[in-house]
Structure formats: structure tokens, C-alpha cells
């Protein structure tokens, strides 16, 4: 998780480490650690209460470590057989319906490159 991010998705809403740290019951000490990218992978749950509590998605969040990244693939490069393994796990709260477009986007890619091969 990308602390910047989180404190500057905690300022743009006004919020004190106090405020957030009393609306998500997250310690304050917590957040102040994963601000300061000291605790960079927190847990799922920690990830949905910070994403509730300012109005965002928990993808957000941790978008510079996955979405941001780009990988780019080569039509060219010979083809490798591989065997890919996706295990998803949400809360039942936080499976949205742009949450499962995304996955049937991610399962047509997959075909796609299965057709290729």
C-alpha cells in the first residue's frame, strides 16, 4: 500500500489522523506507520475500513502497486505455457458491480490469450 496515497486521500477529506483513527478504530500509531510506509501491507480488513471511512474503494488504495504498474505484452515474444492461478477474496459488503465487471474483464483476457496460444 502506497502511504502516500492514504494521507493524501485522509487530508483531501479533512480528516486528522485523530478523526480517522476514531471513525475507523484504527490506531492512530497504526496509520500514522502505514503513512510513513513503514507498514506497507496491512490487512484486507484495515484496507476496507480506511476505504469506507474515505469514500473510496480499497483498489484505490492500492492502485500504485497493481493497476498503476503497466504490463505490457509482446505479440511477438514466443508463447510460454503457464498455468495461472487467481484466488480473489472480498468481503461480502465490498463486491460491488464494477468489483465483478473487473473480474469477467480479467476472465476475457485469460481466453483471449488461451485462443492465441
Do not use: C, H, W
Not at 27 to 48: C, T
Request: hydrophobic share 30%; proline share 3%.
Amino acid at each position: 500500500m502506497d502511504g502516500k496515497k492514504l494521507k493524501s486521500l485522509r487530508r483531501s477529506k479533512g480528516y486528522t489522523l485523530d478523526t480517522l483513527s476514531d471513525q475507523t478504530g484504527i490506531s492512530k500509531s497504526y496509520l500514522s506507520l502505514i503513512e510513513r510506509d513503514i507498514q506497507s501491507n496491512p490487512s484486507l480488513d484495515i484496507l476496507y475500513k480506511l476505504a469506507k471511512t474515505l469514500g473510496t474503494e480499497v483498489e484505490e488504495l492500492i492502485k500504485s502497486e497493481r493497476e498503476e504498474q503497466t504490463i505490457q505484452y509482446e505479440q511477438s515474444s514466443p508463447s510460454i505455457n503457464s498455468t495461472i492461478k487467481i484466488e480473489i477474496e472480498l468481503p461480502l459488503e465490498a463486491i460491488t458491480f464494477q468489483k465483478l465487471e473487473q473480474i469477467q474483464q480479467l476472465i476475457e483476457i485469460i481466453k483471449e490469450l488461451k485462443l492465441e496460444e
